[in-house]
């Protein structure tokens, strides 16, 4: 099994930053793509950034150029760095790692984004 714990979350003021972290444990070898998706009030989960093992990287359209994903395969850690935040990104954000062809979440943090 793995756990995924994310911390970060908060208020923001529109034009802020927030550094997202998740972090796995458990059994965490062999840990593929790691990602965050995102879910507003109403609307359906999203994949805002993704991740690979390798590095390579996934962006949604609208996060593109102020959101940044990277990992510490060290820590198992997964993070998301957004910036120049609106208040359109408010949301819950929820990690999601691969491993072995199944997909593990973690319970979410919210991020909210005044104007």
């Known amino acids: 099994q793995v756990q995924l714990v994310e911390s970060g979350g908060g208020l923001v003021q529109a034009g802020g930053s927030l550094r997202l972290s998740c972090a796995a444990s458990?059994?965490?070898?062999?840990?593929?793509?790691m990602g965050w998706y995102r879910q507003a009030p109403g609307k359906q989960r999203e994949l805002v950034a993704e991740?690979?093992?390798?590095?390579?990287?996934n962006y949604a359209d609208s996060v593109r150029g102020r959101f940044t994903i990277a990992r510490d395969n060290t820590k198992n850690t997964v993070y998301l760095q957004m910036n120049s935040l609106k208040p359109e990104d408010t949301a819950d954000y929820y990690c999601?790692?691969?491993?072995?062809?199944?997909?593990?979440w973690g319970r979410g943090t919210q991020v909210t984004v005044s104007s």
């Open positions: 999601r790692i691969v491993r072995y062809s199944v997909n593990y």
């Open positions: 458990g059994s965490i070898f062999s840990i593929g793509t």
């Open positions: 991740i690979s093992r390798g590095g390579s990287t």
